[in-house]
């Protein structure tokens, strides 16, 4: 069963922090999508990583696949209220008709 | 706003009741999905539709009845549900039912059984 663990679990920080959520499995993806989530609605997508190692900037956000496809971070710089929410990880095969979710991140900035 | 709207956003139901949770799609997308969300579980496939066609029902019980009348359309009928069933249903669209394509969301709709 692949499954994708992310941590921490929890993050409360103030405005202007800077913080990394983690996303790790033991199974290789073919690709690697970030997820957010606010209150009350669907999970928007972020942005889609292919290549091992490649890495993926938007605006204050960076996004970077591991070497090996079995792992993936986001960082935020300068953390500001508006990126209040549920970061998800999401992995991807090719051939299978379904994405496995992380177990999510969820992340609180204080004015 | 992503293409994907769903109807109802909030839903009241007692467990004797039947009732329909309706998705549509604006996408031109082939693959139509339900998810479950839950407190403190990660997001739970239900069900995935390519061109109309279910092809995974990840051991739903039949409680839930998916129907897709065409590629833009995705219901789920709901009876007899338990107060465990209640959380925020998700449906989301693709380009094509592969894992490595990127999924769409819509708002919705969060479920209560009393």
């Known amino acids: 069963t692949q499954l994708l663990e992310q941590s921490p679990q929890f993050l409360s920080i103030q405005e202007g922090e800077n913080l990394t959520v983690y996303c790790n499995s033991s199974s290789v993806f073919s690709s690697l999508q970030w997820y957010r989530q606010e209150p009350g609605e669907g999970p928007v997508l972020l942005v889609t990583?292919?290549?091992?190692?490649e890495v993926k900037k938007l605006k204050r956000l960076t996004f970077q696949f591991g070497d090996a496809r079995k792992d993936s971070s986001l960082h935020i710089t300068a953390a500001q209220p508006g990126d209040t929410g549920l970061y998800l990880c999401?992995?991807?095969?090719?051939?299978?008709?379904?994405?496995?979710f992380g177990t999510g991140t969820r992340l609180q900035v204080f004015p | 706003e992503t293409g994907v709207t769903q109807t109802p956003r909030h839903l009241v139901m007692g467990m004797t009741n039947k009732k329909s949770l309706k998705c549509e799609q604006h996408l031109g997308h082939n693959a139509m999905y339900w998810y479950k969300q839950s407190a403190k579980k990660p997001l739970e496939l239900m069900f995935v539709?390519?061109?109309?066609?279910?092809?995974e029902n990840n051991s739903v019980p039949s409680r839930f009845s998916p129907e897709c009348p065409n590629s833009s359309h995705l219901f789920l009928h709901l009876h007899t549900l338990q107060p465990e069933d209640s959380a925020l249903y998700l449906c989301a669209s693709s380009q094509r039912p592969d894992g490595a394509y990127e999924q769409y969301f819509g708002p919705g709709t969060r479920l209560t059984v009393t």
């Open positions: 539709y390519n061109f109309k066609e279910q092809t």
């Open positions: 999401a992995g991807g095969s090719y051939n299978t008709d379904k994405l496995i």
């Open positions: 990583v292919v290549t091992g190692g």
